[in-house]
């Protein structure tokens, strides 16, 4: 894989994606415009990224719980659709380690796929706004 290829967490589209129903404070602002920019590079062709299946569902799941399914389906065609994101398959073997690495670094099952994935393509950059979990994987953090 590419060096320049970033992974990319479903956080961050999904911070991008949806309105708050609610005001937010600072720090949520923050992370939404930030969100929006990587997306808007992504889609100018400036950055590459990838991702997973397990990733992508998780982004379609959130979104039509917090929205509605028409957006889910719309956003899930959209980010399979653009050429600047590489999608994952993920395997019983790469569920296998990342549960052992959940169990070890006390992180979710989802954030271990992502590095499993992320080291099986000799990728160690991640856009993310789950630093807790990603620190304990020695990662950088963009």
């Known amino acids: 894989m590419n060096l320049n290829v970033k992974f990319i967490d479903s956080n961050v589209f999904i911070y991008a994606i949806l309105k708050p129903k609610r ?3 600072e720090k949520i602002v923050k992370m939404k415009e930030k969100a ?3 997306l808007a ?3 100018n062709g400036e950055e590459k990224v990838l991702t997973t299946v397990v990733h992508i569902s998780e982004i ?3 979104i039509e719980s917090l929205s509605n399914l028409t957006t889910s389906i719309k956003v899930i065609e959209n ?3 653009n050429e600047n994101i590489v999608i994952k ?3 019983v ?3 296998t380690e990342a549960v052992k690495i959940a169990n070890e670094e006390n992180v979710s099952i989802n954030d271990a ?3 499993v994935i992320m080291m099986k393509n000799g990728i160690n950059e991640i856009y993310t706004f789950d630093e807790k979990h990603f620190k304990k994987l020695n990662v950088k953090i963009l």
């Open 23 to 25: 005001s937010v404070d």
């Open 36 to 38: 929006k920019e990587i």
């Open 41 to 43: 590079r992504i889609d």
């Open 60 to 62: 379609a799941n959130v």
């Open 79 to 81: 980010i399979i659709n």
């Open 89 to 91: 398959e993920v395997t």
């Open 93 to 95: 073997q790469d569920y």
């Open 113 to 115: 796929i992502a590095y």
